[in-house]
């Protein structure tokens, strides 16, 4: 570094910089409270920015100021301490002279960031007026590419198609050059992505040049500035980490995910259960320069995706299927760490995955580890991996690890977020006792960040009224359902958008905590939606007799379904209860029925349904009526509380016997004191 680099103002302008950064991407450091009021917890090890790379920055320019101000003790005090009295003329002289220097900086860099922004504002003002668009988008590029650490060449003066003049705007790095050809009206024609290295002459795909191409003219700027961003940072981590190449270790785990999930197609045809219950589908340059594992998708479209398709250009490495850029993906890359990881040695060994001819006991134990997954798929085996030690020869500790970044973000509980952070070795799990989860943040719930979608009013306030409604005919009959959800179970949550790892090896464990979450979200979201939210229009002109208020609450009682839903055990289960018909012959009037739909970790994406005892405790539900082998079958179809509680009513509607029957045997004092328990739970 510079004599200027290692000033103490130049550190202080570089802790504004970074502060400035964090402050850009985390709302809690907005300027205006009223603004990060109610939104997403963003401020944790699975948000958007990598509080490692936030940790460095800090510390290199606080240790940037501790060693000039030590410098200066040792060196400059030291000298006056030793000349005495005699030294004050010169010290004063000296000390003046390095705040008049500091100021001078100061005031330097001042005016600097002041030219530049008001640059900035005359080429945004004068954009409107420019002749050639073309060189609007092209400095636009230029500023993206800059921003990347890319250099750019432009050249107006060769080309043409057409009788029209071509502009060509090259962004370069040491690894890739990307060309882009943009005519006078500001259309980019295409974009090219080519590798100068020799060994990454063969992975030239034209899928990354439609990509790209596709971003710019779908004016999908930050869709483009993501993807390219993803090329930038492996071609610059290339020059960094040299002769670690990053492109080819990218390249091998796509090839290691690939194997396994061949292992999974011989093992399961279903291709929708190796996406919803296996390590997931992997995917190579669709919509994303590099690796996306599939690993969740909603009943609808995995009902309308013909998977037999699918299954036929699954290992076809020249194309993808577009059904999969409907799942939920986790698009892999690399970023900075504390802590240093060792990679593979490229140059003579390419899998982490331990093959078919491969044994622990063939593997060299001086050099590398062999680990197990901690769970894998009900179908198959638990998978097998190779892990360089740090003695090996041919690697060096580098601070980089692996980062999946979920495509969309996802609403996620602490409860999960622990987990992940557990299973990725980013969180001790004695410490997590110490977290403290309040419930009183100004950060959203995880069930208000369910319903944010619906921008009425404020979320909890929302979720509490009964403005939730769905209806249903039976025998020409029209029932309707209101839903309550109960407040006194606000579940603390996080936005997740990134979640670091490893190894691979902890891959299976990642996607399981995910699609735990993925469908308690998926149950909730099936009762609070857009479809049956409804807000209240109170009509205060209409007249209304007590007679008629008595008439329509009798009425409405027998054709109003109120369901009460408990998210206090959120994402391991849901706790309903409902109100249920008045029959003839059942022995009371006014009869709750409560259930539970449990979301097995091991098993997330199989509901389960589970009834409570009933209201009397010297009665149980009638077996004939309620099969909980059969509406578990439902709801592992469907993923529709609304359809599974709708179906029950039906059912109780349909059928002539008591809901409830006499038990046979005498219930003992445990077995009454847990039923009310249990009931004191759903009245809560």
Not at 101 to 110: M, N
Not at 307 to 335: C, G, M, P, Y
Request: glycine share 2%.
């Amino acid at each position: 570094m510079t004599e200027q680099q290692n000033s103490i103002s130049s550190a202080v302008f570089g802790l504004q910089s970074s502060l400035d950064n964090l402050k850009q991407q985390w709302t809690c450091l907005q300027n205006n409270p009223e603004e990060s009021k109610n939104k997403p917890n963003d401020l944790h090890s699975l948000g958007k920015v990598n509080l490692d790379k936030a940790r460095e920055e800090f510390a290199h320019h606080i240790n940037i100021i501790r060693n000039v101000c030590t410098q200066f003790e040792t060196e400059v005090l030291g000298d006056v301490m030793k000349m005495g009295a005699g030294a004050d003329p010169a010290f004063r002289k000296h000390f003046t002279h390095l705040k008049e220097q500091a100021t001078l900086e100061s005031t330097v860099r001042r005016v600097k960031e002041n030219l530049k922004q008001t640059k900035e504002f005359f080429d945004n003002s004068l954009r409107e007026k420019e002749e050639s668009k073309s060189k609007i988008e092209t400095q636009r590029l230029e500023k993206l590419a800059r921003s990347m650490g890319l250099v750019t060449f432009i050249d107006s003066t060769q080309k043409f198609e057409s009788d029209v003049p071509i502009t060509t705007i090259t962004l370069g790095g040491t690894v890739i050059v990307v060309d882009i050809d943009i005519d006078d009206t500001g259309r980019v024609l295409r974009a090219k992505v080519t590798y100068v290295s020799e060994t990454l002459q063969n992975d030239k795909d034209e899928r990354v040049d439609a990509m790209l191409t596709e971003n710019l003219q779908n004016h999908q700027f930050e869709l483009f500035k993501r993807n390219l961003g993803s090329l930038a940072l492996l071609d610059q981590l290339n020059v960094k980490y040299n002769p670690t190449d990053f492109f080819l270790i990218t390249k091998n785990l796509f090839n290691d995910l690939t194997t396994i999930c061949q292992q999974e197609v011989s093992m399961e045809s279903n291709v929708s259960t190796i996406l919803l219950e296996g390590h997931g589908i992997p995917t190579f340059h669709l919509g994303y320069p590099g690796i996306a594992l599939a690993y969740w998708m909603d009943r609808e479209h995995t009902n309308k995706t013909d998977w037999e398709e699918v299954k036929t250009v699954l290992f076809d490495q020249t194309q993808n299927h577009s059904s999969l850029s409907l799942a939920s993906r986790l698009l892999i890359t690399f970023e900075d760490s504390l802590q240093p990881m060792h990679y593979l040695p490229t140059q003579s060994r390419t899998s982490y995955l331990l093959g078919f001819d491969e044994t622990e006991e063939s593997i060299n134990t001086e050099q590398f580890k062999v680990v197990t997954e901690a769970t894998a798929p009900a179908y198959m085996p638990h998978l097998h991996f190779v892990k360089p030690l740090p003695g090996h020869p041919e690697t060096t500790p580098i601070p980089i690890r692996f980062v999946m970044t979920l495509d969309p973000p996802l609403p996620v509980s602490d409860e999960i977020c622990q987990k992940l952070l557990s299973s990725t070795g980013l969180l001790n799990v004695d410490a997590m006792s110490d977290i403290v989860h309040n419930h009183a943040s100004t950060s959203l719930s995880l069930e208000e960040m369910l319903v944010t979608d619906i921008n009425d009013e404020d979320s909890m306030f929302l979720l509490t009224k009964e403005n939730w409604k769905s209806t249903f005919v039976n025998k020409d009959t029209t029932y309707e359902m209101v839903y309550n959800w109960m407040s006194s179970s606000p579940s603390s949550a996080k936005l997740v958008t990134r979640i670091p790892f490893q190894h691979p090896v902890q891959i299976f464990n990642i996607l399981q905590g995910l699609r735990q979450q993925q469908m308690f979200n998926v149950l909730f979201k099936s009762i609070f939606n857009k479809n049956t939210y409804c807000k209240n229009e109170e009509d205060s002109k209409k007249s209304i007799s007590l007679q008629d208020i008595l008439l329509a609450e009798s009425d409405n009682n027998n054709r109003t379904v109120k369901v009460k839903v408990n998210t206090v055990d959120a994402p391991n289960s849901l706790h309903l209860s409902f109100t249920t018909p008045s029959l003839p012959n059942q022995p009371s009037s006014f009869i709750i029925m409560p259930l539970s739909i449990d979301i097995p970790s091991n098993q997330p994406t199989k509901p389960t349904v589970r009834l409570h005892s009933s209201p009397d405790p010297t009665q149980h539900w009638n077996p004939r009526l309620f099969d909980v082998q059969q509406l578990t079958q439902q709801i592992q179809a469907s993923h529709n509380l609304t359809a599974l509680i709708q179906s029950i009513y039906e059912l109780m509607l349909a059928e002539d016997s008591a809901y409830l029957i006499q038990s046979k045997r005498r219930l003992s004092d445990e077995d009454i004191m847990n039923n009310n328990k249990s009931m004191k739970m759903e009245l809560d």
